[in-house]
């Protein structure tokens, strides 16, 4: 697995009551990027014949991030991109233009479709048959060379890091309101994680570039993106042992499940 570095760090020398101390901050720099998965493209995948398999390993992708990665649906309630879907769609029914009608199909196809395929990659039989349906492929064109490697390389992710989520290096204080340190202001000045890597309905058409232009307005008033970051201090004691080497290697997987699923 090719692992792409896209960290930056930062020391600080530090002085307590009792000691002076290094403490190193190595960050992974999203680069603003929004990392929204399509799942309408899926689907049409699924409706070719030719491509049964390739859709199959895909599906193990997207089953992957769903169960093991915790990357939020756009179906789910408490999701970040089902309120904007939710919020577009109100709007249109209160400011109804000559695009409403392709806005309100646009909704409709995004609703069914992300029902249907959410069930689909909630199917624990994509996880517990990734490696047969790895070694059972026939990749015939690039297309499928491409599934074939992203799925070799997701699955040997998930070997080497069975249980981790895209929120293991998050401060987690700031998010529970139960730590002393909950900022309540949080989520309001904060891209959080949950705002930018999600799956959504499509990368394509109206109801996507309105969803596309909401979210960037939104993030405008934001002061902070919340990334995956570890800390180590040398002060004489035991050096953790924390690192940045899954997120190295997921965000990279995820931009290339969208590049196959754009192509679609």
């Known amino acids: ?41 899926l689907y049409r995948l699924s409706k070719n014949p030719n491509y049964k398999k390739a859709t199959q390993l895909l599906q193990s992708v997207c089953s992957y991030l769903y169960h093991i990665a915790d990357v939020p649906y756009y179906r789910q309630q408490e999701s970040y991109l089902c309120w904007m879907y939710e919020m577009i769609s109100e709007w249109l029914i209160d400011y109804e233009t000559e695009d409403t009608p392709e806005y309100l199909c646009e909704i409709k196809q995004s609703e069914w479709i992300g029902d249907y395929m959410e069930q689909k990659i909630f199917n624990h039989q994509n996880l517990i048959r990734f490696k047969e349906r790895i070694n059972r492929f026939e990749n015939r064109d690039s297309f499928e060379t491409d599934c074939l490697l992203l799925a070799c390389d997701t699955l040997a992710l998930y070997e080497m890091f069975p249980d981790a989520t895209i929120y293991r290096n998050i401060r987690q204080d700031k998010r529970n309101t139960d730590s002393d340190d909950y900022d309540e202001d949080y989520h309001e000045r904060t891209i959080t994680m949950e705002k930018y890597v999600s799956f959504c309905a499509d990368d394509k058409g109206i109801l996507f570039q309105t969803l596309f232009d909401s979210v960037n307005a939104e993030f405008q008033e934001c002061t902070e993106i919340e990334e995956p970051s570890t800390q180590k201090r040398f002060d004489g004691t035991n050096v953790s042992n924390n690192n940045l080497d899954f997120e190295n290697c997921i965000f990279p997987l995820i931009e290339r499940l969208i590049d196959i699923l754009n192509n679609i």
């Open 1 to 41: 697995m090719k692992i792409k570095v896209k960290n930056w760090e930062k020391n600080r020398l530090i002085q307590d009551k009792k000691k002076t101390y290094l403490l190193s901050e190595e960050r992974y720099n999203t680069g603003a990027t929004l990392y929204y998965i399509p799942i309408i493209p």
